[in-house]
């Protein structure tokens, strides 16, 4: 399946489409399907930036975008981080503002007749976007949460990422590698040398992050690698095949 192709591959953060870009696209499905990234602005180390959880639900996203005919949107970049609110830089909203942010972009695709939204996150602590999705299916619109947590094993395994998801809670290999290849360019010096592993964290929604890691690294960031950061962006577009045929059955 082909959508937006090498165009959605030049995008940085904001897609370039026109507005005769979005009736040209809409004009070849039956379906329309919008692709909404949500990440944070969070610290993610001495070395990754805070933008990290946004630039890899927009790297998510574009792959999505290049495989399918989705209407790909700009980023929501700033959610729920309370829990790095320890370090310097790190911004957050309350859950009920980015609920209601999604809700209002839910409610004005429908109004231009993109009747579904699938929410690419970022970010672990957005927890919120799980009963955004689930309270929109229960009413019968058309909304998915994605990647899922097997998505991500199912990537993890196919790119050869050697941390469990577990212990690559932030920071860590996944995300070193998808900025790897992603965004080479933003990485600073430090990754190498910054592993740091706390598996039982039962207490973080009390502690926050700061009560388990000093440096704000929870995983092994010396494992990544640009070719693993392209596996994984590779297997999650295919791994999103299944959420479209659903999404767009019997439409």
């Known amino acids: 399946m082909n959508g937006s192709g090498s165009r959605t591959a030049a995008y940085g953060l904001v897609p370039a489409d026109t507005t005769e870009d ?3 696209r809409e004009a070849g499905v039956s ?4 692709v909404l990234p949500v990440g ?3 610290q993610h180390g001495p070395y990754l930036p805070l ?3 946004t630039l890899v639900a927009c790297a998510v996203a574009r792959e999505i975008a290049a495989a399918y005919p989705v209407h790909l949107l700009p980023p929501v970049t700033i959610a729920c981080s309370q829990e790095h609110a320890a370090w310097p830089g790190t911004v957050s909203i309350s859950s009920v503002t980015l609920h209601a942010v999604v809700r209002d972009i839910a409610d004005s695709l429908r109004r231009s007749g993109v009747g579904t939204l699938v929410v690419v996150n970022g970010h672990g602590g957005n927890y919120v976007l799980g009963n955004v999705v689930q309270e929109s299916s229960a009413r019968g619109e058309r909304m998915a949460l994605f990647p899922a947590a097997e998505d991500w094993e199912a990537a993890r395994e196919r790119a050869g990422v050697l941390t469990s998801l577990l212990t690559d809670m932030h920071a860590g290999e996944i995300e070193t590698s998808i900025l790897l290849h992603a965004h080479p360019e933003l990485i600073r010096p430090g990754y190498e040398t910054s592993d740091f592993v706390a598996d039982d964290r039962r207490h973080l929604l009390t502690l926050g992050m700061a009560g388990y890691t000093e440096s704000g690294v929870i995983g092994r960031p010396s494992l990544g690698s640009a070719e693993k950061g392209k596996a994984l962006l590779a297997s999650l577009a295919d791994s999103f095949g299944a959420y479209f045929s659903l999404l767009t059955a019997d439409s």
């Open 31 to 34: 379906a329309q399907v919008a």
């Open 40 to 42: 944070s602005f969070e």
């Open 22 to 24: 979005v009736r040209a």
């Open 51 to 53: 933008a990290t959880d």
